[in-house]
């Protein structure tokens, strides 16, 4: 069993000092008491997702993944070389290196130290390794020594070997027990300690922790929507239509000009939504932003350098399935991309081109007030141009990466602006 004990802290590093004393006149104190002031230590980690606000924010900065307080303070480097991905409740952090040679760890915020590496992970561009929601597991592509043949292998926070099956792909990890992973075959559910079940059908997404599993789609002899739990992998028909998106245990089901929301853990709920209408050279899409929230986007395609076919919103809109409410987020002649906060009230919207690549303007959008919009250009100083933004779930905070590392926008002090860190372009950015 491995073990590697590693100081990060922001003090010895140029970047993240930098972060920290930065001032042009525009940077402000972090503002006084509360949650958002401190990273988390000791007492158990922050709150699940939906039940309190956003205590942490991971980023990117150059090479190196941070952690910070949700308002951008005390920010110090957790994977040094890596991209953070943390668990469901920003407790422990999976580090994912651009290399191969440079090993996958397990860094645990509270304790300060990387508790584990997985030297047998296998780079892939299209798959990364994936952590379990409670962080205690992190499933790999790996080959196996004595055969040379791709399996996907579980391990556990030890490093220890908790399952393994052929397999060449992993696509989630829906649950503690729970792997969503592909075969040459197609794409299987797996709960540990059984055996793999593969989906009949196509667009596998991956549902839960609570009633961990995975949904699907069959063509014949009608779209319909399926769920397969991951102990039986028995299949429960979940209606007609098209598989648009999940989000925990919700499921977004297309049909024709509407769509409904159900949940697979309770066959009592169900919502609905009207769809737009939309002319022939555009296209609509839907994607969850919390249990009954969607954002609705009129979408326009393009030839992309690669041979990409490139998607962008034209017009994006939030809806509230239990209030039946729709809100503006964005319109007009610009393409762009839009993050919301859980209650419908701020957000991030950031101009793109055709193929997805920033241009430089972007906006903090209020849904329900338009005397409390800003343009990002009027927060941030000359030539920083927003590259990516993130807005925490309780809809306090911004962060918006600029070629010379990250920026936290609090929308609860008169937008005052910190630079989180500097030192390179930052991205990858999370609340958690």
């Given at each position: ?5 590693i ?29 958002a ?37 005390e ?37 300060g130290i ?15 390794p994936?952590?379990?929601p409670?962080g205690?597991k992190?499933?790999?592509?790996a ?124 066959p009592r709920f ?60 964005a ?7 839009a ?61 918006i ?32």
């Amino acid at each position: 069993m491995r073990r590697a004990s590693i100081s990060l802290l922001c003090a010895a590093l140029a970047a993240c000092a930098a972060g920290e004393t930065e001032d042009d006149g525009r940077l402000r104190p972090p503002p006084p008491g509360g949650e958002a002031d401190a990273l988390v230590g000791g007492g158990g980690g922050p709150p699940p997702p939906g039940a309190g606000d956003a205590t942490l924010l991971f980023f990117r900065v150059g090479q190196d993944g941070f952690a910070a307080s949700a308002a951008g303070t005390e920010a110090r480097v957790i994977c040094p070389g890596a991209r953070p991905v943390p668990d469901d409740e920003g407790g422990r952090v999976l580090c994912v290196p651009d290399a191969e040679g440079t090993p996958l760890m397990l860094y645990d915020l509270a304790a300060g130290i990387v508790i584990e590496a997985y030297p047998e992970w296998r780079l892939t561009a299209d798959r990364p390794p994936r952590l379990s929601p409670d962080g205690g597991k992190v499933a790999v592509r790996a080959r196996r020594a004595e055969d040379g043949m791709d399996v996907v292998r579980v391990y556990d926070d030890g490093g220890n070997v908790v399952g393994e099956v052929p397999g060449f792909e992993v696509l989630a990890f829906p649950g503690p027990e729970t792997v969503l992973f592909e075969t040459a075959q197609g794409t299987s559910v797996w709960a540990l300690g059984a055996d793999p079940v593969a989906l009949p059908g196509s667009a596998a997404q991956a549902v839960g922790p609570d009633a961990a599993g995975a949904v699907y789609q069959v063509a014949a002899p009608a779209a319909k929507v399926f769920y397969a739990d991951g102990v039986s992998g028995a299949p429960r028909d979940l209606g007609e239509g098209t598989l648009l998106a999940t989000y925990r245990r919700r499921v977004l089901i297309e049909q024709g000009a509407s769509a409904r929301l159900v949940d697979v853990g309770d066959p009592r709920f169900e919502a609905s939504l009207t769809l737009p209408t939309v002319p022939f050279d555009r296209q609509r899409s839907a994607r969850l932003e919390d249990t009954d929230a969607v954002l609705v986007e009129v979408q326009s395609f393009a030839s992309c350098p690669g041979g990409v076919r490139g998607r962008a919103a034209l017009e994006t809109t939030w809806r509230d399935t239990i209030e039946d409410e729709t809100l503006t987020v964005a319109t007009g002649d610009t393409t762009h991309r839009a993050h919301v906060d859980r209650a419908g009230n701020w957000a991030v919207v950031l101009d793109v081109d055709v193929c997805g690549a920033p241009v430089g303007t972007g906006r903090i959008v209020h849904l329900r007030d338009d005397s409390k919009t800003r343009e990002l250009r009027d927060l941030l100083a000359e030539g920083e141009t927003p590259r990516s933004g993130a807005i925490s779930r309780d809809g306090r905070f911004v962060a918006i990466g600029v070629l010379d590392g990250v920026r936290v926008i609090d929308l609860a002090s008169d937008y005052a602006v910190r630079a989180a860190a500097a030192g390179g372009a930052g991205g990858d950015l999370t609340f958690r």
